[in-house]
C-alpha cells in the first residue's frame, strides 16, 4: 500500500525548490511533458481502453467522461502548451506602497504550496492539474479515481519522466498509485503538509472532503446550470444558446441541466425550443404549465430540480416573473453557472445582482465556464463557494498572497 504521510512529506519538500524555479525552466517542463504526451499517445490510448473495457455496461455519459481519443491527448498536450504562453503569476507585485516609518511594504503574489486534488473518472484532469501547479510553482498530489486507474497510472509515468530528462526532481508531482479508498482519508489528514484539497467530482465526494479535510479546501463541485428565458427576448436567440448549452456536451458540468421559462409566451417559447431539443434527442422533464403545450411530456418532480443529470435529460419549469426565476435558481442551484435571456436591461440588471453563483450569462450560453474560454489556460476546477476563489481556478486562483517589507535598519518605536 502506498504510504501517503511519506508521499506528501516529499511532495512538501519538494515545493521549497519549485517555488523558486524560473519562470523559463517552467515553461521547458510543461513542454517536455506536452510533447512527451502527444510520442506516447499509442500507450495512454491502450492504457485508457483497459479502463473504458473494463467498464462496458455503464451509461454512456460515465464512459464518455472517462474515454480518451486521439484528439482529446491532442488537446491534453494543446493545453499545456497554452499555459506556457501565460505569464507567471508568482511573484507579481499586486500592490506596493510605504508607511510611517519608512518600511517599503509589498504585496506579492506566491504559491500556494502544496495542493491536492481529488478527482473522479476524467483522465485529462491529471495533466490539466499537473500543468497549472506547475505554471504557478504549487506541488500537487492526484488522487484519480479508480476507474481511470491505468490511463491515469500512464500520464503520471509520463510526466515523471519527462522531467526526469531534463535532470530535475519530480517529486513535486505525486500521484496515488492505489484504489484503496482508505487512502482518501488517510489523505485529508495530512493537513501538516498539504495546503489545500481540491475535490473535482460530485456531491457525495464533496461532502466526504468537507466533513473529513484537515486543511483547507476549495469546493469543485457539480454544476445544477439554469437558463431564464424572460418575456421580453428573442426566441430564436434562445433556442440556439439553450441548444448549445444542453446538448453541445452534456456529460460536462457547464451543460444545461434547467430550463425556467416565463409564463407569459409559454404558447410560443414551449413549441418552438421544444421541438428542437427533441430533434437532439434530449428528454424533456417539466411541469404541468409546460405540459399543456408539448404532447410528449413526463411531468417533473420536485427532485428533479435538483438534478444535475449529465445526460440528455433536461428539467423545464414555468415561472410567473424575474423574482420567481431568481428564488428557484438561488434554492435549487450548485453555485455553479446560470444565464438569462433577455432584451429587459432592469430585468438582467436584478439576475445578474440577485443570483448568487459564481459565473452569471447574459444571452450566453452556460457552456463558458471554462478556464480555457475565460482565457485562463487549463483550469483546476470550477470553484462553487466563495473562499479564496469562485469559478474557474486559473493560474491567479492557485497563488496566494505575501507581504515583503524592506527596511534600512528599521525599528519599531
Not at 473495457?53 to 455519459?61: H, N, T
Not at 498530489?141 to 531534463?166: C, H, Q, T, V, W
Not at 465526494?205 to 463541485?221: D, G, H, Q, R, Y
Request: overall charge negative.
Amino acid at each position: 500500500m502506498v504510504d501517503i504521510k511519506e508521499l506528501c512529506k516529499a511532495a512538501k519538500t519538494a515545493s521549497y525548490n519549485l517555488s523558486a524555479m524560473s519562470e523559463s525552466l517552467k515553461n521547458q517542463i510543461l513542454t517536455a511533458i506536452a510533447d512527451a504526451i502527444i510520442d506516447n499517445k499509442d500507450y495512454i490510448l491502450a492504457e485508457n481502453k483497459l479502463d473504458t473495457d473494463s467498464l462496458k455496461g455503464r451509461d454512456g455519459a460515465f464512459l464518455d467522461r472517462l474515454t480518451l481519443t486521439e484528439s482529446r491527448i491532442k488537446a491534453m498536450s494543446d493545453g499545456l502548451l497554452e499555459i506556457v504562453k501565460l505569464p507567471d503569476p508568482v511573484g507579481e507585485v499586486v500592490e506596493k506602497w510605504t508607511v510611517a516609518s519608512g518600511l517599503e511594504i509589498s504585496k506579492v503574489r506566491a504559491p500556494l504550496g502544496v495542493i491536492g486534488v481529488i478527482y473522479e473518472a476524467r483522465p485529462n484532469v491529471t495533466i490539466d492539474v499537473a500543468g497549472l501547479c506547475i505554471k504557478t510553482g504549487n506541488s500537487v498530489i492526484l488522487r484519480g479515481g479508480s476507474d481511470a486507474i491505468n490511463s491515469n497510472r500512464a500520464l503520471y509515468k509520463i510526466m515523471k519522466e519527462a522531467i526526469e530528462k531534463l535532470d530535475i526532481d519530480s517529486n513535486f508531482i505525486q500521484f496515488v498509485n492505489d484504489t484503496d479508498r482508505s487512502l482518501t482519508n488517510e489523505m485529508l489528514k495530512q493537513g501538516d503538509y498539504i495546503d489545500v484539497i481540491i475535490p473535482r467530482g460530485g456531491d457525495k465526494l464533496k461532502k466526504l472532503v468537507l466533513e473529513n479535510a484537515t486543511m483547507p479546501v476549495i469546493a469543485s463541485s457539480g454544476g445544477n446550470c439554469h437558463i431564464y428565458v424572460d418575456s421580453d427576448s428573442d426566441l430564436d436567440m434562445a433556442t440556439k444558446v439553450i441548444l448549445n448549452a444542453k446538448v453541445q456536451r452534456p456529460t460536462v458540468c457547464n451543460a444545461l441541466e434547467q430550463l425556467l421559462i416565463n409564463k407569459d409566451i409559454l404558447d410560443k417559447a414551449v413549441p418552438k425550443i421544444f421541438a428542437e431539443l427533441e430533434k437532439a434527442g434530449v428528454k424533456i422533464k417539466c411541469d404541468k404549465d409546460c405540459a399543456k403545450y408539448y404532447e410528449n411530456a413526463e411531468i417533473a418532480t420536485e427532485d428533479d430540480y435538483f438534478e444535475e443529470h449529465i445526460s440528455l435529460v433536461l428539467t423545464v419549469k414555468s415561472v410567473s416573473d424575474i423574482d420567481c426565476a431568481i428564488d428557484h435558481i438561488n434554492t435549487h442551484s450548485t453555485g455553479h453557472s446560470e444565464a438569462i435571456i433577455s432584451n429587459n436591461a432592469d430585468n438582467i440588471k436584478k439576475f445578474t445582482t440577485k443570483v448568487d453563483s459564481g459565473c452569471v450569462y447574459v444571452n450566453a450560453s452556460t457552456r463558458f465556464t471554462d478556464g480555457f474560454e475565460f482565457g485562463f489556460g487549463a483550469e483546476i476546477g470550477i470553484s462553487t463557494q466563495k473562499l479564496h476563489a469562485r469559478g474557474p481556478l486559473g493560474l491567479k486562483q492557485l497563488t496566494s498572497e505575501k507581504y515583503i517589507a524592506v527596511g534600512n535598519g528599521t525599528i519599531r518605536k
